[in-house]
């Protein structure tokens, strides 16, 4: 058996006494094999062609002024290419969401000769091996809720010749709260007009009592405007 692409570079048989030359047969997936391939000489053949994988069955038989003779015929399996290297793309490790904002989908590279992928979710576990999807394409789009806390995420790319795995990326689900406005540098008690306010790096303006869904954590700085 071959794997990895590999296929046999000679095909060898003994002598045949008084053979003058010898026709090879060779096919993929016919145990009785017509399709000839080459006339030699000698004993050996070398393969001029790239074969897929699969199951090839081969025989030579051999000619001389009396007539032919016929070997048995034997088979060997090319095993497909394993599937190629590939990559996480999205969502980007280390990236935060909040609860009820959770990634739509998880995206990553196509891996050559790949059939399938098995994407693998779980939380709070740093080599998660809970299988939660299998997909042709590049891309799942998770169908669960995910509760507040660190999600490791994976793929392994699958065919005949075997599998191949990414490296393992997490991001984080945030809990959410509501936060009260404190409203800094008014006086006598005033109801300011307008407020800006920044979450995680981003400004917004407006005359909120409250503000919802504010991932915990995040910083909150109040002004008035």
Same mark, same amino acid.
């Given at each position: 058996n071959y794997s990895g692409g +590999? #296929? &046999? %570079? *000679?095909?060898? !048989? +003994? =002598?045949s006494s008084y053979a003058s030359s010898y026709e090879v047969y060779l096919e993929e997936g016919d145990s009785s094999p017509d399709n000839r391939v080459a006339t030699v000489s000698s004993s050996q053949w070398s393969p001029n062609f790239s074969m897929t994988a699969g199951t090839w069955y081969w025989k030579v038989i051999a000619t001389g002024s009396g007539g032919s003779t016929s070997s048995s015929t034997s088979s060997f399996s090319i095993a497909e290419p394993k599937p190629g290297d590939f990559s996480l793309s999205s969502p980007s490790n280390g990236a935060s969401f909040s609860v009820g904002n959770q990634p739509s989908n998880l995206d990553w590279g196509n891996s050559s000769n790949a059939s399938s992928y098995d994407v693998y979710l779980e939380k709070g576990d740093a080599s998660p091996d809970n299988k939660v999807a299998t997909v042709s394409s590049s891309q799942w789009s998770p169908n669960l809720s995910m509760s507040a806390g660190t999600w490791y995420w994976k793929v392994t790319a699958i065919n005949s010749g075997g599998t191949t795995s990414s490296s393992t990326s997490s991001f984080v689900i945030r809990d959410v709260a509501t936060v009260t406005a404190n409203l800094s540098g008014v006086t006598g008690g005033a109801? &300011?007009? =307008? *407020? #800006? !306010? %920044?979450?995680?790096g981003q400004t917004k303006s407006g005359n909120p009592a409250t503000i919802s869904n504010v991932p915990t954590g995040s910083q909150i700085v109040w002004a008035s405007h």
């Open positions: +590999s #296929q &046999p %570079s *000679v095909l060898d !048989w +003994s =002598n109801t &300011p007009e =307008n *407020v #800006q !306010w %920044s979450i995680g």
